[in-house]
């Protein structure tokens, strides 16, 4: 190991002690599920973008639309590939875009962004054909994909350009799509290609330099006293206009049309006469710009007024990293069009307009309604019919004056660190009989967080890494009835179980995982899925806004692993917290230790200082988790240190045994160490490991090491300054298997009661050629003994760090 371990255990103990500021304001993973090689996958060699999905439970497929090609995958298992087509853009297209000034080879290609179903058989599908749009259909038959081959123009159906957002949707036969009309991207539009095609006036009251996410349907004419229509609503941000800002200010809106519109007879000919917008409301606990919409997803209820829209914020300032899930009901965007009051616009001053409310007489039929009882009443059966008053008054004040406001008051869920992109969410039947709305959400790098949130409290039962290389999730589908998550990203498609309560070994882990998805079987031991067990299901345990765990058989004692003391030294007694949500707690003697002059407490385990004889007794490690006003205490680890006795001289590395290197300033100084694994609830006992002599030999490296330590700080504030940060950079490692290197270049020297390695000078490595030594040592393995520094509290305050998720 190189210069570099050491000072990543500094910045390991920076990195917690910044971490624990940010966790008292922000939703932190209670635990973390790094990448599993055993996740299904998909993808081609030679294939990208796998960014639109189509779930077919009924065909068994799920459809993947990337660059260039379209797969049908098996829905249980998509690393089974049923068929393919290739939609390839001609030579001819791609000359012609490279011609107008885009990338070839990146941009003029064909982006798979469209694909919707039109019947049981036959879908649509558009792709960006090297900025020139094109549709066509495709059916899947008899395992068989098949393009028509007949493409049409898909101008205004699908964006020119594929990093532009956009949103589309199938109603019928009606496609409504949301997205720039021209190749510039200049000329947004919300289109319905129909029989009667509609579209949004170009007026920057209408869109101003929107982008589009998201569209669903809502069938509002069921049950409707009013005799109210269906609607199609669309989630997207655009500039502001309602705002007085030096510069340019986005704002989240919902907006929404009437599925009869037909336009007006002369104003607002072949427009839509039901176009209204609102701004969506969503509060950062800090003061900031308004967030803005990443993506929506709709739960649906049996009673359509119930059914919630889940949209997840980002900030509009890339120097913030703090991203919000908001939720709407439908009744209350209605209760906004319906019922709100409207905002004109005033000219101040010369060019100057100011958007306020308006206060005048409201024409009727009230403009922007869909045709209702009313409209009928009053003779007017379609919208050619309604009066130009109306429809005047529309077209000139799209925007509502209040804003739509989140269900709670507030956000569902904050988080700091890494964005979250895209979002689905499940309802989950508890054994309580209540219903929970589970949240899967992506990342910008490449993980899922799950989380509820239970009467207000935001809790994120895990994050889960699908991709093996921090990518950007592009797109989530959920299949609840199969129970599956499917995942789209540039480099492949991944599909994920909603639950794995396999995971959760002991009852207490199954149930303060606090997952709706899982519960304790207690006739048969083991976590399982609450998926077919009734509440009254006698051995089945499960506690979800408490996580009480007082139903659970008492865990067995741990047992305690002996250290020797060498009075004189530090040592270091690891100890993991059984979540990330934990604290440790140290006991010696009776007494709780708290971080002082001679210790120093971190959630990694304790740190003796200058030990003495009367330290010599049992250390009980607690992991101490608060859920509510309930605290879970759990023992992790028991260290019996005893006082040092001189041992016999094992010769070589006995097995189960860590070899560790320290370079520092061109020597190797080698260690042993027993194998601890502090990540572990109880470190594994080495049977054939004799605790005495090994410690002390460490503790000669350790002395090298509190040696050098201001240096070292210093060449990491060096470093630092260089802004060599790759140094910092957490990437997991197998400890075990890299300490069993072979040791056979160790020239050996004997000290008087421990043995030190000295190899000969060897070249200085570049820190980044060994950056795979950092918090995992420091937190996993093994007693690393070094001399902590008040300068330590000093040096977190340079927050060093990038990423939460990367911990
Ligand atoms: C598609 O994937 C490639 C390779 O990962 C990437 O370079 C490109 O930017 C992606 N294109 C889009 C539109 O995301
Ligand atoms: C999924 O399909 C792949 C490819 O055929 C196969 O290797 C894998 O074992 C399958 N996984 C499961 C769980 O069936
Ligand atoms: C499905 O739609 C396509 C295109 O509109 C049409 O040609 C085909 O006949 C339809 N198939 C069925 C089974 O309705
Ligand atoms: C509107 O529809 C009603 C019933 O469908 C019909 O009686 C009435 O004549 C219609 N009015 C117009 C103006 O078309
Ligand atoms: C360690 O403790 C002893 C007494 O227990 C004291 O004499 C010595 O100065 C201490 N060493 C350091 C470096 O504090
Ligand atoms: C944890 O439990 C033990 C034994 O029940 C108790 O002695 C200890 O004080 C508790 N720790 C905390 C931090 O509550
Ligand atoms: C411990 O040593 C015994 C005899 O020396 C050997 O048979 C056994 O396999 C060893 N166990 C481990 C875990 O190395």
Redesign the pocket.
């Known amino acids: 190991m190189s210069l570099l371990s050491a000072l990543s255990i500094v910045c390991g103990l920076m990195l917690q002690l910044f971490f624990s500021v940010l966790s008292a304001q922000y939703c932190v993973p209670r635990k973390t599920v790094s990448y599993q090689s055993?996740l299904?996958l998909f993808k081609e060699n030679g294939f990208f973008n796998y960014s639109t999905m189509l779930i077919r439970e009924d065909l068994g497929v799920l459809l993947l639309g990337a660059r260039e090609a379209i797969y049908a995958l098996?829905i249980?298992?998509?690393?089974?590939q049923k068929d393919r087509v290739r939609w390839q853009v001609t030579e001819e297209k791609q000359r012609e875009c490279k011609y107008k000034g885009k990338h070839a080879e990146v941009e003029c290609r064909n982006y798979i962004r469209t694909l919707h179903s039109v019947n049981d058989t036959t879908f649509y599908v558009c792709g960006t054909n090297a900025f020139s749009p094109a549709c066509d259909y495709m059916t899947f038959a008899n395992g068989r994909l098949t393009l028509r081959e007949r493409p049409e123009e898909g101008k205004g159906k699908c964006p020119f350009d594929p990093f532009q957002r956009y949103s589309s949707l199938m109603v019928g036969n009606d496609l409504y799509s949301a997205t720039s009309i021209n190749f510039l991207g200049s000329e947004p539009v919300i289109l319905r290609s129909s029989s009667l095609a509609l579209r949004t006036e170009f007026k920057s009251s209408w869109l101003s330099e929107p982008n589009f996410v998201y569209m669903d349907f809502m069938g509002e004419s069921v049950d409707s006293p009013d005799g109210d229509d269906d609607k199609v609503y669309l989630f997207f941000s655009e500039n502001a206009m309602e705002y007085d800002f030096y510069r340019k200010v986005a704002v989240s809106r919902v907006a929404r049309v009437c599925k009869g519109d037909m336009g007006g007879q002369r104003t607002l000919q072949r427009k839509w006469t039901s176009f209204l917008k609102a701004r969506l409301d969503c509060s950062f606990p800090e003061p900031s710009l308004p967030p803005i919409v990443q993506d929506v997803f709709l739960l649906r209820h049996k009673d359509w007024r119930k059914s919630v829209f889940y949209a997840v914020f980002t900030p509009q300032s890339s120097l913030s990293q703090i991203s919000a899930v908001c939720a709407y009901t439908v009744s209350a965007i209605r209760d906004i069009f319906n019922v709100g009051k409207f905002k004109t616009s005033v000219a101040v001053e010369t060019s100057h307009v100011k958007w306020v409310m308006y206060t005048g007489e409201v024409p009727v039929p009230r403009p922007g309604a869909c045709i209702n009882n009313v409209a009928r009443k009053m003779g007017m059966n379609r919208s050619l019919d309604l009066p130009d008053k109306t429809l005047q008054f529309i077209r000139d004040r799209p925007l509502m004056d209040e804003a739509v406001h989140p269900l709670t008051g507030g956000p569902l869920l904050l988080k700091k660190g890494s964005l979250l992109t895209r979002i689905v969410v499940d309802s989950v039947l508890a054994l309580d009989g209540e219903t929970y709305n589970v949240m899967f959400i992506g990342t910008e790098n490449g993980y899922i967080q799950k989380a509820v949130n239970f009467d207000g409290e935001m809790f994120i039962i895990e994050q889960i890494q699908v991709y093996e290389n921090p990518v950007a999730i592009r797109s989530l589908s959920l299949s609840s009835s199969k129970g599956q998550i499917y995942v789209g990203s540039q480099s492949g498609a991944v599909q994920l179980p909603v639950s794995d309560c396999s995971r959760h070994q002991s009852c207490e882990d199954c149930i303060l995982s606090r997952d709706p998805y899982c519960a304790w079987d207690s006739s048969a031991e083991r976590c399982c899925s609450v998926r077919g067990l009734s509440a009254d299901s006698q051995s089945v345990v499960q506690s979800l806004k408490d996580g009480d765990v007082s139903e659970c058989p008492s865990p067995d004692p741990v047992e305690a692993v002996h250290l020797d003391l060498v009075p004189g030294n530090n040592i270091q007694l690891p100890c993991q917290p059984h979540s990330n949500l934990a604290k440790v707690h140290w006991r010696f003697s009776g007494l709780q230790l708290q971080t002082n002059d001679k210790y120093y407490v971190y959630s990694g385990g304790l740190l003796i200082l200058n030990t003495s004889v009367s330290d010599a007794g049992s250390y009980v490690c607690d992991s101490v988790e608060q859920i509510n006003s309930r605290m879970y205490n759990k023992t992790m680890v028991v260290y019996h240190l005893q006082l040092f006795s001189e041992p016999p001289l094992p010769v070589s590395p006995s097995p189960g045994t860590t070899v560790t290197k320290y370079s520092i300033q061109g020597y190797t100084v080698a260690a042993t160490e027993p194998g601890l694994d502090g990540g572990n609830e109880v470190p594994p006992q080495s049977e054939n490991y004799s605790n005495t002599g090994k410690l002390s030999r460490l503790e000669v490296a350790v002395a090298l090491l509190s040696l050098l330590c201001l240096s070292l700080i210093g060449v990491m504030l060096w470093f630092c300054k260089r802004g060599q940060w790759k140094c910092f950079s957490f990437v997991h490692s197998s400890k075990r298997a890299e300490g069993k290197r072979p040791a056979n270049d160790y020239v050996e020297v004997q000290n008087r009661n421990s043995e030190i390695k000295l190899l000969q000078a060897e070249a200085g490595r570049p820190c980044t050629a060994n950056n795979n030594h950092t918090a995992e040592d420091f937190k996993g393995n093994g007693a690393y003994h070094f001399q902590p520094s008040a300068r330590l509290e000093k040096l977190a305050g340079l927050g060093l760090i990038h990423d939460e998720s990367e911990i």
């Not at 249980?76 to 089974?80: E, H, K, R, T, W």
């Open positions: 055993n299904k098996d249980n298992n998509i690393s089974v």
